[in-house]
């Protein structure tokens, strides 16, 4: 009798082989290398030297901190991206909920066109919108319009990312709800407040994580857009490391890598799975 060849039993395990792999290669080791350089000097030695240097810079402890280059790079890309979220934020809520509403039954097609623009290539919207401001003569007009046209320039590239987790945060919303707001006297104004906003919230915290975080170090925005006039925490880290300034800018980047996490945090992007579909990741 010939024996039975073995079966070969497939995992699903064996699926996550391929991306814990690219999770190590592209973000585990540079990750790695990141945190090396942010506590090591030429020599390979452990130090906090580049954390002196970059609270005291100029040599006037925390004091001079807050008047230092670096503290007004930082407030200035938080300024940034603030305002380009809240932009988004008034933008993307009307609309998603419009879409979400609506009576057209293929939805999508509307959805779709908003995410059409992100087919074209980044640097050639970026040099169409900088074209436009040379147009209306706002582009490199002053430092205020500086900072409006990078604002603009964030919330054109950002703003599908602010609808899309809205708009399917919205559109699984139980109809029931509504319909026993309005049975118990509720005006279609309270009943958005008192029953969509709150059952949307999951929605508007992604696309805030989604919107806050990139446009902080989105500097090909401000670059294009300004003339190079704008400097926001993104430029200034890749400064460092053209500079050959290492160290300096590994322990910026780490600095603004323990921000982001304090932010996602912050907006529930570490809950379990069971929630995802609520928060419209899954779009992702």
Known sequence: MTK?????????K???????LFLAV???????????????????????EY??????????????????????TIMLSFFISFMSTVVCLLIAYPVAYFIAHSKIKNKSMLLLLFIV?????????????????????????????????TIIGMVYDFLPFMILPIYTTIIKIDKSYLEAAKDLGATPAKAFLKVTLPLSKAGIASGISMVFLPSMTNYVVSNYLTFRNVKIIGKLIDDY????????????ALML??????????????????????????LW
């Open 14 to 20: 064996l699926l996550a082989i391929p991306y814990a």
């Open 117 to 149: 623009p992100m087919w074209v290539n980044f640097v050639l919207r970026i040099n169409a919108l900088k074209e436009l401001f040379v147009y209306l003569g706002t582009y490199n007009k002053s430092d205020a319009w500086n900072i409006v046209n």
């Open 26 to 48: 592209f973000v585990i080791i540079p990750l790695l290398i990141v945190l090396y350089y942010a506590f090591t000097n030429d020599e390979g030695k452990f130090t906090f």
């Open 4 to 12: 039975e060849k073995p079966k070969l039993h497939f995992s699903r």
């Open 241 to 252: 490391f053209m500079g050959d300034l290492w160290h300096d800018g590994s322990f910026i």
């Open 257 to 282: 890598l323990m921000f982001m996490f304090l932010v996602t945090w912050l907006t529930g992007g570490f809950q379990e799975d069971a929630q995802s579909e609520t928060r419209g990741t899954s």
């Open 51 to 72: 954390v002196r240097v970059f609270f005291n810079e100029s040599g006037e402890g925390l004091k001079g901190f807050f008047r230092s280059y670096n503290f007004r």
